[in-house]
């Protein structure tokens, strides 16, 4: 079957258009060579008769008194006429002059029905013929009675030629205007098919012209059939979610490029400034402390970046056992206290010291680390941060609060997006860089979990980890 | 000549400033956008570098509030947004350079330079005052074929003043754009400093250059 839409409507619309032409070409000739047929045996009947009621009884005789104008008829040259009358045992009364020594078939038919034949001539051409059976008349001065055995057959012929013609005509007409339909059906199809997929072709030159540097443009605007509106409305749908996923990926690689270039500046600065000129051995210390500081920052973010990316690929394995979820708590929240302290933060873990979770520690370390430093970042001077715990089934259920936050509802949306910052100049510049519960949902996630925020009234940020026991290890 | 450096990046605040210090401007820095507002705004600083993405307040929000003040320092963006959108806005708010993170300190350099040549009309890297020779990138002085070796503090008192050649030069003027923010000094120790400047730069014999200018101030030409 072929590929192509316009020829296979093509094919589609010609082809019912020529079955439909046969059938109405094929059943008209049927009905007007019926009705011709029709006409000429009713002329020929019409003759018959005429001649039956020419015939008389006189006496033992019978006889045919043709008029003038009969015999015209008859003797029509351009349409030949011939007749035969036989008594019922076969002799034959009367014939037409013309026919000489020849005899015309003698056809068999019912007294009450006449019978019609079509026939050839012997120089070929072609001819119909009527049989009936009728009482001759008598004549009342001879005193010549009606009786059964005078029921004579006549059989009148006549040339068809002209009937065939009609036929013929009529065949060729019907096969000239068929084809005539056909060849302005095919052009006007094709036209129609055209102009039908025009939508179809201007719809694939817009997707066309669309590059992968301008997705904002979208499909057939004004004058889209509405058979194609769904495919449009489709089409529109994945531009939209194609621009979307371009647009993340550019913000992403500009994010990275962004966050690297500021600390890339600071070691930079330090090492030109400080190798502009002799210095004493502190002051090329305090530079190279400096530097190592910036490098350790980058290379958390680019170790976080790492993570996020085969945590989505699905390349980071797992192994499972049981973890008290007190004890990791504070295990975690250790490096940030003394800094929590200095803010004069309260911390409390309030999670059951028998609280267990069958996962991979190491892992949810990670969360648990990412999630409490970023409480502690952005508590607010002597604010509060609350840990609890509760165990569903089969899942361990975390939640951090911390108090100072100032985040809107649209913010609470983005948190778990890379490099987002609620404030997107950095008062953290080169400490954080808006990775941390970007990494922490894909942690979650991978290990079985879910992960929310919300904040609550009063400035409470609150983080919500559901981790499932895991019992495999991938 | 006295700039003023807004980054929120610690380590590259202090070593640009330290940098800057050592090419001889006097440098204020701030880490924070409110703050480096109210220092632009409380100082006629000579070149102001501004990154953009601060806290307190966006880098391009004190561009407009500062030249909605009528200030007229020149400000050079340092920053590592890089498109070109970033720059035109940066640009068309009114700044006079734009640089990308990361950049060469040479490079910052010379455009600060630029900058200030651009703030006293002196396209010339080299400024000539009868014999006294000044080049602007090297930051040694001539006078005749005489090379004159001069601190940090008396080349910047004598580049400003020879920015401003021909023009009565106030010493708030001097102490404004030579002194740093939290330096412990007055205007009286220009005095001082042009006391060591004509010692250095007067020759017996030759034209008198540093001219005092009785209850106004100093100026810096070959004629009285």
Redesign the interface.
Known sequence: MTRSLQTRLLVGMIGGMLLLLTAFSFTLYAVISRALVNRFDAALLSTAQMLAASVEVDGNDIELELEAQQIALLNDPERPMFYQIWRPDGQIIAKSPALGTNDLAHLECSPDEPAFEASRRRNGRPERSVALKFMPGFDDEAGSQPGGDRILSLVVTRDAGDLRAELSFLRWLLLLTSIAVVTVSILISAIVVRRGLVPLNTIAGEIGAITEEDLSARIGDADVPTEIMPIRDKLNTLLSRLEAAFDRERRFTADVAHELRTPLAGMRSAMEVTLARERDIPEYESALRDCLTIVASMQTMVENLLMIARLEAGQVSFRAEQILLAELVNVCWRPFAQNAERHRITFENCIQKGMAVHSDVENLSMVLSNVLGNAAEYTDHAGRIRVTGNRTNHCAEVAVANTGCSLTAEHVLQVFDCFWRADPSRKDAGVHCGLGLALVQRIVKALGGTTSVDVQPGGIFMVRLTVPDTTHVH | MRLLLIE?????R???A??LR?AGFAVDTSGD?EEGLWYAMSNDYDVVILDL????M?GLEILKKLRAKGRNSHVLILT????VEDRVAGLDLGADDYL???????ELLARVRALLRRSYVEKNPQIKIGDLRIELGTQRVWRGREQIKLTRREYALLEYLAMRAGQVVSRTDMWEHVYEFKSSSSSNVVDVYIGYLRKKIERPGKPVLIHTVWGRGYRLGVQP
């Open positions: 929120d990046f610690r380590a590259l202090q070593y640009v330290k940098g050592e956008g993405m601060l806290p307190g966006d590592a947004k890089d498109r990308v993170k990361p950049f060469a300190f040479e």
